[in-house]
């Protein structure tokens, strides 16, 4: 058992979740992209950096239009990163260390080369027809209605051979399945079954509010607060497309069969405020995920007053059997480091480790890569591509990790698919490892800690009063309670905690104990006893975890 007296806090609770990009990760057999047998051969990093389960964007055989997102099927592997065989062994591989597995269930589209659209687009009664979602035109020959596909553009494909449109929600080589069919359903939840029985220890679960639509596919309300500067997708609002209630009932039916494997997790990529986040942790009786995951700090302005704002009211939204989950990097998002520069991308890893709930680490954030600038003859990503000008590309996200200062920085032994971060032959894994000082010593440190200390997993969680600049709250466990405090300006600070608080602790508080410091090398703390006045100022971009005394 991990810890006494909390049998009901289970590993995803606990833990933390470290995403994976296979094309990115490294790459063992000189193609340039990453593959299973390189993740394999990187494990022991993993461990050692401390987290506790891995989530593998998608694997499967993909003709790689959206990268992976359009599986051509759901239940193998690309042999651009190996086969099944290699998959079993990398699982074992990751068990016998201790860690988890999750896989990325794709269910809202297949590529237009899975064997199904193959199939469906052939004639109008192929018994696979109605397996995707096909509509006649409008009565002036258009698309059946009006909506945008994430991607840009209509979201609707007219096929030749059979006269009618079809709807694909992203690309047009990535058709949405049409999960109204009741023999889909069997076959998607067959392809579950598939990978649970294989041992994997959950799903996260991609574009989960998409995966049904109004049946009568009503034209979506146009944005009027549409501006140039937003993508096309953003000229609707996404009334009848997505977050409908039959989903939530898909949902539920998910979560009856990961549970009926036991300890499995269903995370559920779902973009929504608040109110319409919270509704897909079900109910107490009829639960659908166990995390849609929470991107309120990928999307949040950087700033003490509006992460207080935004902590506080996510954390009301909840359902009292909601367990909260946080991010703030991903494959789809720009790089925590690049948004935020370097010395605050040390306090968002303080925030990310020790806020209440469940967080997931992107690759490579943890070494702090900030932005990478791709030539525009480099250029990958089809949303970028399809919507150059923006700002929203992908690729920037996906380079190689650096592990060292070798020939690809030990990515791969020839140029890889996307160029490495420029920095890549100071900030990589090896010089980061062996410096103290560095990001990721604070990760591993921050890690250890979480771990150690129960308060910062699975502890209580209250916001507290303090300066204006200045994230403070108080993280309680079985007797032991912590004071995080974050400066999130660079200019000192005073910490100006509440009377309540500091009225609530004996008169030796005052010098409290310093367990982690962003500013501080690793080899100093938490190895080292250090003190603190409890009133002393915040420097510049300084994150504290302070070990308070409390009554009882
Ligand atoms: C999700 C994935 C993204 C992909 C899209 C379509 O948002 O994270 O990478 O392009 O779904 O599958």
């Known amino acids: 058992m991990w810890y006494e007296g909390q049998s009901r806090a289970t590993w995803w609770e606990r833990g933390v979740i470290y995403q994976v990009y296979p094309r990115s990760f490294q790459d063992s057999d000189s193609d340039g992209v990453g593959d299973l047998a390189g993740i394999e051969s990187r494990l022991d ?6 987290i506790d389960a891995i989530w593998l964007s998608p694997i499967y055989p993909s003709p790689m239009a959206d990268f992976g997102y359009d599986v051509a099927d759901y239940c193998g592997i690309d042999s651009m990163f190996g086969d099944l065989a290699g998959f079993d062994r990398l699982l074992a591989a990751v068990h016998a260390r201790g860690l988890k597995l999750l896989l990325d269930f794709v269910p809202n589209h297949s590529s237009d080369q899975h064997p199904w659209f193959i199939e469906s687009r052939v004639s109008r009664d192929n018994p696979k027809r109605d397996w995707y979602i096909w509509r006649e035109p409008a009565p002036d020959g258009g698309p059946p209605n009006n909506w945008i596909s994430d991607f840009g553009g209509s979201s609707w494909e007219w096929d030749d051979t059979t006269s009618q449109y079809y709807l694909h929600a992203f690309l047009k080589s990535q058709p949405d399945l049409n999960w109204r069919n009741p023999n889909l359903r069997d076959a998607m939840m067959a392809v579950l079954r598939f990978w649970l029985d294989r041992g994997v220890d ?24 549409w501006t140039p500067g937003l993508t096309q997708r953003d000229r609707l609002i996404q009334l009848h497309s997505t977050d409908q209630p039959e989903a939530h009932a898909i949902a539920a039916e998910f979560r009856d069969l990961a549970d009926s494997y036991g300890d499995r997790v269903l995370i559920g990529e ?5 109110d319409r986040l919270a509704r897909w942790y079900g109910t107490m009786d009829r639960p659908q995920v166990h995390l849609p995951v929470n991107f309120h ?38 790089r925590i480091a690049a948004r935020v520069g370097e010395a605050q991308a040390r306090v968002a890893a303080m925030l990310l480790l020790t806020l209440r709930g469940t967080p997931t680490l ?29 700002g929203i590309g992908r690729d920037r996200s996906r380079t190689p990790i650096p592990w060292d200062a070798s020939a690809y920085a030990g990515f791969s032994s020839v140029d890889p698919w996307l160029p490495l971060n420029d920095d890549w032959r100071v900030r990589n894994v090896a010089t980061q490892l062996r410096d103290s000082s560095s990001l990721l010593s604070l990760y591993r440190s921050l890690l250890a800690l979480r771990r150690s200390h129960h308060a910062l997993s699975i502890g209580d969680f209250t916001l507290i009063d303090s300066a204006h600049d200045v994230l403070a709250y108080v993280r309680r466990h079985s007797g032991e309670c912590l004071l995080i405090a ?18 609530s602790l004996p008169k030796d508080s005052r010098r409290v104990e310093v367990l982690s410091s962003t500013l501080l090398p690793s080899t100093v703390v938490p190895s080292t006893l250090l003190h603190r006045p409890l009133d002393e100022p915040l420097a510049p971009n300084e994150g504290l975890v302070l070990r308070l005394k409390e009554i009882h």
Request: hydrophobic share 40%; net charge negative; aromatic share 8%.
């Open 270 to 274: 779902i973009c929504l405020p608040d």
């Open 45 to 50: 990093y993993l461990a050692e950096l401390g």
């Open 297 to 334: 700090l990928v999307e949040s302005a950087w700033n003490a007053a509006s992460l207080k704002r935004m902590i506080a009211d996510y954390e009301a939204s909840l359902p009292s059997w909601g367990w909260p989950n946080w991010v703030h990097g991903s494959h789809d998002a720009r």
């Open 486 to 503: 974050m400066n999130l300006s660079d200019q000192t600070q005073p910490l100006s905690l509440s009377q309540s608080l500091t009225q």
């Open 202 to 225: 959950g799903f996260r679960i991609d574009v989960l509010w998409h995966i049904i639509k109004d049946a009568d596919l009503p034209d979506n309300p146009i944005n009027a607060a």
């Open 362 to 390: 992107f690759q490579g954030d943890e070494i702090g890569i900030g932005e990478v600038t791709i030539p525009p003859d480099r250029v990958r990503d089809p949303q970028d591509l399809r919507q150059p000008g923006l």
